[in-house]
């Protein structure tokens, strides 16, 4: 019988309990003894996401996301890196002496369970092969869908993993970059992942004297967008195809699972949940809500409540009350990770197949789906022309100032015969530019309508910040802390 061994993972923060005294939270996914990894060295430093060009990319695109190890033997710097976080990792401890002390012990303590994990899935982590694919495919369709703010580059930017985020900048630095769009690969916002990411995003840009080299936007959740929705309804589509007879197919129950977050986090009003949920619906929709569903989370660990119902209790209690036919389908993740191919795979497998579920069958990860690379370029086309059309007065000629778009093609439509014009505004209403600006969730051009808005038990002063923004921003208020 397979024993639980907690879970998680490429990418994503984590919870770990150092002694049965203590509970180490942190803003994110946990685990008791994490499966997540690093990469130790600078192979991955000077890498991007797409080849470089002879001249400096007009547009960076950067790939936020957690990293993880390609080796079994790189798990262990990953870990101390993580652990060591006292951002992540919150010990009612000095920062100083978490750093020097606490996080190596724990990374030590892990890392060897948590590279066999790695080893029983081929020795290491596909996060990083995947992004760099997902991003190499992505400029290509920028650049012939925006060429205006081309060349584009993606770069990739992990948290814990080479290439770290101070590296990514420097590279960004040598390629003479003066304009990036900062791009969560997380589809739902949580403060876990997207907000870590991006507060370690503008740490090391002061860090570096980067405050005035770059123009910043931010794309932080997409967890709704059409053609995101479409790509997982086609990994559901192509999974559901992976049933034996059209019986067991039709009779399947689809079973989305996220990561989850300790309760903590999520009672502290952190949306994630509601997003993740959101994406569901939205993918049960397109299909026309033609199977049964659930949604689930991973990964809960520890003595402490976590946000539920656990995927691995849910997939076996349906194996239990006879339901035969499973459909597993990773819906917070962009890529296959050691979550989608260990707990998944393995752990989630083995135990849904003791309840009585026949036949377990887990939907592909979005990996090189055509349908993603489109969305992931449709969402930063949207974004960069949201900014280039404005919601307000002025904003052409601010973008035109930026270098988003040329005098002439801010001026085409003065150029256009008269009778032209009045054909397109007779087919465009008035209102469309606001509506471009509504389909990626933007109140402004450069941040989602909910971005500025702050959890209602946040204390982080870092949180909800955009560094040297291409258009103004101001970071809200921390306001009094809760007594």
Not at 168 to 195: H, I
Request: with cysteine; aromatic share 8%.
């Amino acid at each position: 019988m397979w024993r639980r061994s907690g879970g998680v993972v490429d990418g994503v923060s984590a919870t770990v309990r150092a002694s049965n005294a203590v509970s180490l939270w942190c803003g994110g996914r946990g685990v008791d003894h994490l499966v997540v990894g690093g990469v130790r060295g600078s192979s991955y430093a000077s890498s991007a996401a797409s080849t470089a060009t002879p001249q400096s990319p007009k547009t960076a695109v950067v790939l936020l996301n957690m990293g993880g190890p390609p080796t079994q033997e790189e798990v262990l710097p990953f870990l101390t890196r993580l652990f060591s976080d006292n951002e992540i990792i919150q010990l009612p401890l000095s920062p100083a002496f978490q750093q020097r002390w606490i996080g190596p012990l724990i990374a030590k303590r892990r890392s060897p369970r948590i590279a066999q994990q790695y080893a029983a899935i081929g020795g290491g982590s596909p996060i990083f092969s995947w992004t760099e694919k997902q991003g190499n495919a992505m400029v290509k369709l920028l650049d012939s869908l925006s060429p205006a703010t081309a060349p584009h580059k993606a770069y990739v930017a992990f948290r814990y993993a080479p290439p770290l985020t101070e590296d990514t900048l420097n590279e960004m630095k040598r390629d003479g970059v003066k304009r990036a769009v900062a791009f969560s690969q997380y589809p739902q916002w949580s403060c876990a992942t997207t907000g870590s990411s991006l507060n370690e995003l503008w740490r090391k840009v002061h860090a570096l004297g980067m405050e005035d080299s770059i123009k910043w936007s931010v794309i932080d959740r997409w967890g709704t967008h059409p053609r995101f929705i479409e790509a997982v309804a086609k990994v559901v589509t192509d999974g559901l195809n992976k049933f034996p007879t059209p019986e067991d197919r039709k009779d399947a129950i689809i079973l989305f699972s996220a990561h989850s977050l300790p309760a903590k986090i999520v009672n502290k009003g952190d949306p994630y949940t509601l997003e993740v949920g959101s994406t569901v619906n939205k993918v049960m929709e397109l299909l026309g809500y033609s199977h049964r569903y659930m949604l689930s989370y991973q990964s809960q660990v520890g003595p402490a409540a976590w946000q539920g119902p656990a995927t691995i209790t849910t997939a076996t209690a349906l194996g239990r009350k006879g339901h035969r036919n499973v459909l597993v389908v990773p819906i917070a993740f962009t890529s296959d990770h050691i979550e989608t191919l260990f707990e998944l795979d393995i752990e989630v497998k083995h135990a849904a197949n003791e309840a009585g579920v026949a036949n377990y069958i887990r939907a592909p990860a979005l990996n090189g789906e055509p349908l993603m690379f489109q969305a992931q370029a449709e969402i930063v086309n949207t974004h960069l022309h949201t900014f280039a059309a404005g919601a307000g007065a002025g904003a052409g000629a601010a973008a035109e100032a930026a270098g988003l778009v040329s005098k002439t093609a801010t001026t085409t439509t003065q150029q256009q015969p008269q009778q032209q014009q009045q054909q397109q505004q007779q087919q465009q209403p008035e209102s469309e530019e606001p509506t471009v600006a509504a389909a990626l969730g933007c109140a402004e051009p450069h941040y989602s309508p909910q971005f500025p808005m702050r959890c209602p038990g946040c204390v982080n002063p870092a949180c909800r910040n955009i560094v040297n923004p291409i258009t103004p921003y101001t970071q809200p208020s921390l306001g009094l802390a809760a007594k």
